[in-house]
């Protein structure tokens, strides 16, 4: 008797590819953006200080870089995973990535992590644009966009059972319906013989002995 509860669970662990694939590219796009924004955004003068294209500071790399490219790698996974459990962990860790865009700035300094820095603006709605693209509004996003991946990864929909339904019954060979089951080769007069089950074993019925007539 073949055991099927290990390829049932394997089977309940798949998922189509395209249940996360919306949220995980704009994941990916939001978490490339706040990696590369405090190095380029000095070039459109949009920036924090040290307003200076590419240039790296401490506070940059924990609070900026470090967060973003969690982002990307939880965004890939779920944009290209086809197992749940591996979704799931791409959107949780999408969602500590946009959680630390919000908070991270308020443990910086006691964990002493560096700053941000200031924002380069003249008006103050130009400062609450570089707060939100930047930080605040930039994670919350994020967090946003995961959490609702991971909500829609966390229930099994008929669509679910139905993709691991096909993917079982491509997986799984099928028996031989075609009436030939049992039967030997043709014998020398060209008919079938069927093989017989004798009390000790199987006998062929091939083997019979042909009387003379």
């Not at 870089?65 to 990307?72: F, R």
């Amino acid at each position: 008797m073949v055991d099927t509860s290990g390829r049932s669970r394997r089977g309940a662990m798949q998922i189509p590819r395209s249940r996360g694939a919306v949220s995980g590219l704009l994941i990916v796009a939001l978490g490339v953006w706040g990696a590369l924004a405090p190095f380029v955004g000095p070039l459109f003068d949009f920036a924090f200080t040290p307003d200076r294209p590419w240039a790296w500071t401490q506070g940059r790399g924990w609070l900026e870089v470090l967060p973003g490219l969690v982002a990307v790698f939880g965004g890939l996974l779920l944009f290209v995973s086809r197992n749940r459990a591996t979704a799931m962990l791409g959107g949780w860790l999408a969602v500590a990535a946009g959680a630390w865009f919000v908070v991270g700035r308020a443990v910086a300094g006691p964990l002493g992590l560096g700053g941000a820095g200031q924002p380069v603006a003249d008006s103050e709605t130009k400062q609450v644009w570089l707060e939100l693209t930047y930080f605040s509004g930039l994670g919350a996003l994020i967090v946003f966009l995961a959490a609702l991946a991971v909500g829609r990864l966390s229930v099994r929909t008929a669509r679910d059972i139905a993709y691991r339904e096909a993917r079982v019954d491509t997986a799984e060979p099928h028996p031989v319906t075609d009436g030939t089951a049992g039967w030997n080769q043709p014998d020398a007069a060209g008919e079938p013989t069927r093989r017989r089950h004798g009390l000790f074993g199987r006998r062929r019925g091939s083997d019979r002995t042909t009387l003379p007539v």
